[in-house]
Structure formats: structure tokens, C-alpha cells
């Protein structure tokens, strides 16, 4: 018996729309389904996804440790669900009443590169609806800096490219050919019609082979290149004026004394602190910025963004300049001529491409991971944002916009956590505007509180999937952290080097064997608009189960079923759909999918304003200011390089894995049987070390092995090597790229990792 089931894959953000063929209850291929709105190709992860769901090395049956933590062999022992729940659930009640459910710690998977996805809210819901505030995940080091630094800016993530509409998209550390393949299809046709390509990567990769301009960014200086355009393009008056003069704050006058916004309070007795000030080029005297016309129309007044004013406060005399000014005058420190060492891209080029964006809009981007796992990466989307904002394409067609998507219910359930818990997040205290406020926390933070207690102890881990052993750095407590857990329970389709650790073992289905619900493709108007309920298309293999159903069971035993629709996963699902208008049953017999017919809505601000404090587009980020952050991006060169470490590393992703996954799909370890290190062919040489050859990396903190790849288009002192290699039988253990990172250096506010900054030196092995 054979059939072909609609569906779409699930193994990362891609969601491409697929065609599922299954024999005798056996999943035997996986193809592309040209009639889904990101079923147009497929990538080799996904066609091998038969090797993956019925690979021998999956878990079918939970499994309880008996031999102590740190022996090689934790001697698994074949347990029931029911014996499973109940020591998580006799665990967990005791740990509340004790210790309080903050001493609960949950951990989850990126949902952008697993199926995690089906669950991830609802994981966090449980997490939320038991009392802790504590989820750590990958986000700081993933998906916080495009979906939540810049809010900061815009008051919102950074949207999507309008790609059928652009006339130039800028790649910015993001190579979405071996990433996200539904947009790589995009962007190559919006180049077939004659949109403008800018890629900025420090290899020359995937889409950049097409680019108009390939700026061959040095790792780790993104946020002052950033700084370079903003800088010619505001010298030139290559921006849109009258976007920045009426929707942004950058007309506000910053008193140059203080760095503070002027306010009415500094001008009036009982003044209010949140009305702002302007200079009136016309009248040249001050004015209040919302008592005026309404931004946009026209009202006799004209703000200044240049130039510095003298102004009467109940202090004296003081200067003030509007903050663009305060902005302008920070992008000259960064001109194209003074950082085109620390960029490595020189002048003339910058100017190019600056002019490109002037004179090619609309002007759409995208940035992820290249610009985000970097120290000073909070400040660097700062200076992305502003750059964009610059343009004025925000929300325009054609530019980044926000596609319409289905409407549903939220559940991930932050309500469900009281202020007082919610102020508990390991980590916020320290960075109050991270991750923290999200109620997600960083492995260091958790790591701490595990060994030493502080700021105080946790001491249970349920974690659903993830493998931080290698995807985040290591730090000096990690081992004893997982050592120390009184319980750990990990659930995963497969054993990994983390879930070693585990006390308990929950066997999760793979996406083909569990239903999932996808309200929204991302990619167009079209993609976005598409609501999908993915059928299981085979049994759950052995005992394995979904991630939702383990949710639901233990929020039911825990006595939290009351957040959880009693346990009933149907009832749950329909409660998410009820707002979109389309029911559970109709998507169950549409598996490929339903459309709505929903229309973009373009520039929302000219109704809403925008959802940051001064309610305007903020070049002058007054919250991170509050908060005692910088209100304008700034940026140190980094650290002079030395002779031990001559080389800075990077790292990167490949089609063919997923992080840390996949190493045990025959098909894709034959395509990439090996970690690689990319040099240059001049670095390579120079150290004796040819195509193929091992080389060993070392940095301050660790050495690891990686098999070396010439790539003559990386800058000479700059190296690109993989990440989350464990299976090589070859050389054992020593391919952990993050142990090479020191893992005290974070970004202050967003709590990134250095990932992409690492100073090595090389050697032939
Ligand atoms: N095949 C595959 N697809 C995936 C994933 C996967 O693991 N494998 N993971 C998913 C997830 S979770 C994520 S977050 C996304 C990430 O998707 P991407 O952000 O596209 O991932 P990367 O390839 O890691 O990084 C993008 C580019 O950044 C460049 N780069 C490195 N250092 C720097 C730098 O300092 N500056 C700049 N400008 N560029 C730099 C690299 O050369 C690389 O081409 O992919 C998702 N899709
Ligand atoms: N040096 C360096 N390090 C990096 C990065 C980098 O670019 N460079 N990228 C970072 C990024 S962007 C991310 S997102 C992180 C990812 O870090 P992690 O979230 O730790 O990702 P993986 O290594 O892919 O681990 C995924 C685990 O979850 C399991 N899994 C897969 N699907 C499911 C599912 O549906 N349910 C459950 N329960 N388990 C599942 C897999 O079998 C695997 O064991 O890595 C980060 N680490
Ligand atoms: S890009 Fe590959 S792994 Fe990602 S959803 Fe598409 S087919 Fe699946
Ligand atoms: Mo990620």
C-alpha cells in the first residue's frame, strides 16, 4: 500500500511544502509540492528525512539512568510513561512547595532549526503555568536580534522583504541558500526581474555569487560598517528627510549637557516629562513636538534634524542639538575612511553601495545569525535599524514589511507568571531588557544557579530537545551544572552528548509521525496568509510520543490542566485556530492547506504610530537609556590582534546539517563526512597545510580538530569553521567549536555570545 500525503517539512524555519510518499506504514521519500507557496524546492536534509525519521540510533522506549552522572555508561533503563510522569510529577509538586517552581528550570530547542515549533509555545506555557520563569534556549545567540532588539528602534521585529516589490535587498550575514530556502527561491526571482542584490558576508556564499556589491565584512564589524553607509548617506542627504523629520524622534532636542531628551519639565514648572521638543527651522524658537500638526501633514512647522540651538531652561542656558544630529555626529566617528581596516571593505566601495540603496529602492533586508552572535551585537541591530529606517522604505511596499497572517490565539501564556516570578528570570536583573523579560535564559545564568546557588539554587532541568553541551560555549560549571541536577529530564528523538546527562529520557515522534499546526509561511503575502495543520502520515515509532502530548500529560498531572484545555490536544489546537475563522476539521481535510484571502497592510504607522516609548521610530533609543545603555550605537575595534592568535574565526552554517543534528543520516554524512575549517589559500600555504589536510585550532580556552577547505574569497587573516560536531568516529572527541570561545564575553544587553570573533592561531596536524 502507497500513498502521497501533503504536509511540509518541519526541520527548519524553511517549512517547505512537501509531498510525503509512505509504504506499508514506512516513509520512503519526501519531494517537493510545487502548489504550496514554499513548496518549490526542496534541500537535501529534507529529501534524506526517511534516513532520519527510521534511523537505528532513535529512542523508542523512555529510559530511567541507573549508574552515576559522569560514567560512560549511564546504564539506561527501560521505563513506562506512567513510571516517567510519575517521578517528574512527584518532583516537580515537591520542588514548588519547597524551593518554589523558579528552581524549575525548562529548556527547549530552536524551533528554527527543529520541529520544536509544533510545541514551542506550549512548552513555554507549562513552564509559565507551573510558576517558573526560567526557559533557556538559543535565542540570545538566534532569533533575539531580529526579532527583539529591534524593538528598540521600530517597535517591532525587523519584518519581512517585500521581495515581489523590491528594487534592492540587502543579505546581512544571512545566507538564506543553505538556510531558509523558501526565501533564497525569492530573492533569485526577484533578481531575474532586476532587483539589486547587496550581500555582506565575510565568504562569498550562496546568493553573494549574484550580488551587485559583496562586502566582504571582516567577522564581528558589522556595526560599524553599519555606521560607514549611515555615515555617506547621511553626508550625501541620501535619506528620506521627511520620514526621519516626521515619524522618528530624531527631531527631539537632546540636551548636550545631560544626553537627555529635552522635555517640557526642563522649560516649565510642573512641565510633563513625555512632551518633547523641537527647533523650528521656520520661527527659530521651540516648539512641542505633538502640539503641533500632526506628523505628516502639513502644519507651518518644520523641526530641524540638524544644528545646535541655544535654550532657555529653568536651568539656564543650554545647548541642544535634535537627536539626529547626536546621530549624524556618531556616524562621523565611523566614517568610511577611518574603519575600512577594521571592516575590511574600503571606501569607494562603501560609497557604492550607498548610493546603490539611494538610488534603487525600494530597499528591503534581511540579517540573522551573521550579525547577531557577535559581543556588541545588541548595538549592531541598532545601527542596522537605523541604517534602514534611513531609507524610509519601513513598511512601505517593496521594503521590510509585515505580511498579514492568520489570526490566532497566543498561548504562550507570559499572563500566567505573576510580576514577582516574572522578575525572577536568571539574568534579568543584570540585563533588564534581554531575553529575561521573555522569560528566556542564558546557560551561563542557569549553569551558575545550578552549582552555586546563586542568585538562588535550581535544581531540576525538563528540557525538550537541545543540545547546549555544543551549541553554546561552554562555561567553567557546565559539566558539574548537568552533574548536579537532582533531575534532569531530557526529550528527544535521539540521544546527544547532553542528553547523556539525563536522568530521565522521554522518546519524541518525529514530525511525519505527529500532527502540527503552521499559522503562516513568513516568505510572501501569499506564504504568510497559508494555515496548515501537517498530518502525522505515519505511526509514532515504538512509544514514541509527541512533545505536545508529553506537555499536556504533565500539565495534567502537575494540576495545571485548567491552562490546558484538561489535556484535550484537539480542544487546544481549535482554541488557537477559533480567531483565524477556520475551524480544526477544515484544515484536517485539507492537508496541503488553506489560503486566506488576506491583503498587506502598508505603512500601519500613519495610523498607530509606532510601539516604542516616545511612540516614533527612536534614533535616540530612549528606553536602552533608561536603563543606562547607550542611546546611539558606538562600538569598539575590537581587541589588536596578537602573534599567538593571528587569525579570526568565524562560523557558519551548511545545507547539510541542522547545528548539531543529522550527523547520523548515511546520505548527508557521505556529502560532509567531516568538520571543515575554511582558509584562505595564502593562509593555508603559508602554513604548510593543503586542501584536505587536518589542522588543529587553538584559541586561549581550547584546541579542536577540523579538515581544512581553501576558500580564496575569505580575507587572508579570516577562518570560517563548523559547529555541533560529536559523531566522527576518526578522531574521537575534539570537534567543539564553541569550547574554543570564551564565554565570558557577552553583549551587555542582549547576552550574546562571541561566536563569531575568535581569535585562533592553526597548524597542520
Ligand atoms: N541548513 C541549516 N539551515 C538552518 C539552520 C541550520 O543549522 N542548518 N538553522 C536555522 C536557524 S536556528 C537559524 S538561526 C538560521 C540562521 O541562518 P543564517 O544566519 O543564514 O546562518 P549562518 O550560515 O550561520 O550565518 C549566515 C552567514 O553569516 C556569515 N558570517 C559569519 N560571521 C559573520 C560576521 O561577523 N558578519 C557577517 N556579516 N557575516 C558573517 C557566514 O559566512 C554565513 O554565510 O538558519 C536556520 N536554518
Ligand atoms: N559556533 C556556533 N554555535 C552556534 C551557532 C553558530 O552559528 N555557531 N548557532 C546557534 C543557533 S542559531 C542555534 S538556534 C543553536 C541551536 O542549538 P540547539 O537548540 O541546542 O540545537 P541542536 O544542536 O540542533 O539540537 C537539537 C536537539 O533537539 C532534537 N530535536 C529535533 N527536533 C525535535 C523535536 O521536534 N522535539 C524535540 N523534543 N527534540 C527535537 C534533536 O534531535 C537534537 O538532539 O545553536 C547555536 N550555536
Ligand atoms: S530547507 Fe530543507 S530542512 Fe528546511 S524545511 Fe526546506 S526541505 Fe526541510
Ligand atoms: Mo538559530
Known amino acids: 500500500m502507497q500513498k502521497k500525503i501533503a504536509g511540509y517539512c518541519a526541520l527548519c524555519i524553511s517549512r517547505c511544502g512537501i509531498l510525503s510518499t509512505v509504504r506499508d506504514g514506512v516513509l520512503v521519500a519526501v519531494e517537493p509540492d510545487p502548489s504550496h507557496p514554499t513548496g518549490e524546492h526542496l534541500c537535501i536534509k529534507g529529501r534524506t528525512a526517511p534516513e532520519w525519521v527510521h534511523s537505528p540510533d532513535r529512542i523508542l522506549t523512555p529510559l530511567r539512568r541507573t549508574r552515576p552522572k559522569g560514567d560512560d555508561d549511564p546504564g539506561w533503563e527501560a521505563i513506562s510513561w506512567a513510571q516517567a510522569f510519575e517521578t517528574i510529577a512527584d518532583r516537580l509538586n515537591q520542588q514548588a512547595r519547597t524551593l518554589g517552581p523558579e528552581s524549575v528550570a525548562f529548556s527547549v530547542t530552536t524551533p528554527s532549526g527543529t520541529a520544536v515549533a509544533d510545541s514551542f509555545a506550549w512548552i513555554n506555557r507549562l513552564a509559565h503555568a507551573y510558576g517558573s520563569p526560567n526557559t533557556v534556549f538559543a535565542t540570545e545567540n538566534c532569533n533575539w536580534h531580529k526579532d527583539f532588539t529591534p524593538m528598540h ?41 532586476g532587483a539589486k542584490l547587496v550581500v555582506i558576508d565575510c565568504r562569498k556564499v550562496g546568493l553573494a555569487s549574484k550580488a551587485d556589491q559583496w562586502l566582504n565584512v571582516r567577522p564581528g564589524s558589522d556595526g560599524i560598517l553599519a555606521m560607514s553607509l549611515a555615515q555617506v548617506m547621511i553626508k550625501q542627504g541620501w535619506f528620506d528627510r521627511p520620514f526621519i ?43 512641542h513636538a505633538e502640539s503641533e500638526a500632526k506628523p505628516g501633514l502639513a502644519g507651518g512647522a518644520l523641526p530641524a534634524l540638524f544644528g545646535r540651538y541655544q535654550v532657555t531652561t529653568l536651568q539656564g542656558v543650554i545647548t541642544c542639538s535634535p537627536a539626529f544630529q547626536c546621530y549624524a555626529d556618531r556616524c562621523e566617528a565611523y566614517a568610511p575612511e577611518l574603519q575600512a581596516e577594521t571592516t575590511g571593505v574600503s571606501a569607494e566601495q562603501v560609497y557604492a553601495t550607498a548610493r546603490l540603496l ?107 530537545g537541545a543540545n547546549p553541551q555544543l551549541t553554546k560555549p561552554p562555561t567553567e560549571d557546565t559539566d558539574a551544572a548537568f552533574k548536579q541536577l537532582d533531575l534532569y529530564v531530557h526529550a528527544d528523538l535521539f540521544m546527544n552528548p547532553t542528553a547523556q546527562y539525563a536522568d530521565i529520557f522521554l522518546p519524541v515522534a518525529s514530525p511525519w509521525e505527529r500532527a502540527g499546526l503552521y499559522p503562516g509561511f ?121 602573534s599567538v592568535y593571528p ?52 584559541t586561549a580556552h581550547d584546541g579542536i580538530q577540523a579538515r581544512a577547505r581553501l576558500n580564496k574569497s575569505l580575507q587572508p587573516d579570516v577562518a570560517c569553521a563548523q559547529y555541533g560536531w560529536w559523531m566522527c568516529d576518526e578522531l574521537g572527541q575534539g570537534h567543539h567549536y564553541n569550547s574554543l570561545v570564551d564565554p565570558d564575553v557577552i553583549d551587555p544587553i542582549g547576552s550574546s555570545n562571541s561566536l563569531r570573533q575568535v581569535y585562533c592561531n592553526i597548524q597542520k596536524k
Open 522 to 642: 513568513n516568505v510572501t503575502q501569499q506564504a504568510e496568509a497559508h494555515l496548515q495543520l501537517r498530518p502525522a502520515v505515519i505511526e509514532p515509532l515504538g512509544e514514541s510520543k509527541s512533545d505536545l502530548w508529553i506537555v499536556f500529560q504533565l500539565a495534567t498531572k502537575l494540576g495545571l490542566g485548567e491552562h490546558f484545555f484538561a489535556g484535550d490536544m484537539k480542544q487546544a489546537l481549535a482554541h488557537v485556530l477559533s480567531p483565524s475563522g477556520i475551524s480544526l476539521e477544515a484544515l484536517e481535510a485539507h492537508p496541503q492547506g488553506i489560503t486566506l484571502p488576506l491583503k498587506t497592510c502598508y505603512r500601519k504607522y500613519l495610523e498607530n504610530g509606532f510601539s516604542t516609548a516616545t511612540g516614533r521610530l527612536e534614533i535616540y533609543a530612549t528606553a536602552l537609556q533608561e536603563h543606562g545603555y547607550d542611546p546611539l550605537p558606538a562600538f569598539s575595534s575590537g581587541r589588536v590582534q596578537d
Open 245 to 287: 523629520r516626521d515619524w522618528s524622534n530624531g527631531s527631539y532636542l537632546v540636551r548636550l549637557d545631560t544626553g537627555a531628551l529635552l522635555t517640557d519639565a526642563d522649560i516649565q514648572l510642573d512641565g510633563s516629562t513625555t512632551r518633547y521638543l523641537q527647533w523650528d527651522e521656520g520661527s527659530g524658537e521651540i516648539i
Open 153 to 193: 528602534t521600530t517597535g517591532a521585529g525587523i519584518g519581512m522583504p517585500d521581495y515581489a516589490q523590491t528594487g534592492c535587498i540587502i543579505l546581512w550575514g544571512f545566507n538564506p541558500t543553505a538556510t531558509w530556502l523558501a526565501q533564497a527561491t525569492h530573492i533569485s526571482n526577484a533578481k531575474k526581474r
Open 358 to 464: 539611494h538610488e534603487s529602492g525600494p530597499v528591503s533586508y534581511f540579517t540573522w545569525t551573521g550579525t547577531a552572535q557577535q559581543p556588541q551585537a545588541s548595538q549592531t541591530s541598532r545601527a542596522l535599524s537605523l541604517l534602514y529606517a534611513l531609507t524610509g522604505y519601513l513598511d512601505a511596499p517593496g521594503g521590510n514589511v509585515w505580511f498579514e497572517k492568520p489570526a490566532i490565539n497566543n498561548v504562550f501564556g507570559l499572563e500566567l507568571l505573576s510580576q514577582g516570578q516574572r522578575s525572577q528570570a536568571l539574568g534579568l536583573a543584570e540585563r533588564p531588557m534581554g531575553p529575561g523579560t521573555m522569560g528566556w535564559i542564558n546557560s551561563k545564568d542557569l549553569n551558575r544557579a545550578i552549582v552555586h546557588g546563586e542568585p538562588y539554587p535550581v535544581k531540576t532541568l525538563i528540557s525538550f
Open 647 to 698: 587569525l579570526l574565526l568565524t562560523s557558519a552554517k551548511w545545507v547539510q546539517y541542522c547545528h548539531s543534528q543529522q550527523r547520523n543520516v548515511p546520505s548527508l554524512l557521505k556529502r560532509m563526512p567531516d568538520p571543515l575549517v575554511e582558509l584562505h589559500p595564502q593562509t593555508a600555504g603559508a602554513y604548510n597545510i593543503a586542501e584536505g589536510d587536518w589542522v588543529r585550532i587553538t
